[in-house]
């Protein structure tokens, strides 16, 4: 079975740095590729940034582009996500999600996305 484990997340203050952890397994193939989702308190799923395994190419969400990076170690297959210059309105429950195929899904919608692992809380104070 396919699972994806997101690790990493905890609480900072405003301006500071944390870095999330994807951990994929179960994967047939090494063709897929992997995105972040976060959803804050009473809103939707909001889809902020994306990897293609394949190709290493990435995705940025305006509101995190230049502050976020998104990386894989293909061989550990895990993915990482830099977040620095954090603020107050990147709080939210963070997660991993996989869509099977060379590119990321577009529209950056998590209903695309073949898999979703548990989320990790990340926590900005102001």
């Known amino acids: 079975d396919v699972q994806l484990q997101a690790s990493g997340g905890g609480l900072v203050q405003a301006g500071g740095s944390l870095r999330l952890s994807c951990a994929a397994s179960?994967?047939?193939?090494?063709?897929?590729?992997i995105a972040w989702f976060r959803q804050a308190p009473r809103k939707e799923y909001e889809g902020i940034s994306c990897?293609?395994?394949?190709?290493?190419?990435?995705f940025y969400e305006d509101s995190v582009e230049g502050r976020f990076t998104v990386s894989s170690d293909n061989a550990k297959n895990t993915v990482y996500l830099q977040m620095n210059s954090l603020k107050p309105e990147d709080t939210a429950v963070y997660y991993c999600?996989?869509?099977?195929?060379?590119?990321?899904?577009?529209?950056?919608?998590?209903?695309?996305?073949?898999?979703r692992g548990q989320g990790t809380q990340v926590t900005v104070s102001s």
């Open positions: 990897i293609s395994r394949s190709d290493g190419k990435t």
């Open positions: 999600a996989a869509v099977h195929g060379p590119r990321c899904a577009w529209p950056f919608l998590l209903s695309l996305y073949d898999y």
């Open positions: 179960g994967f047939i193939s090494d063709d897929y590729a």
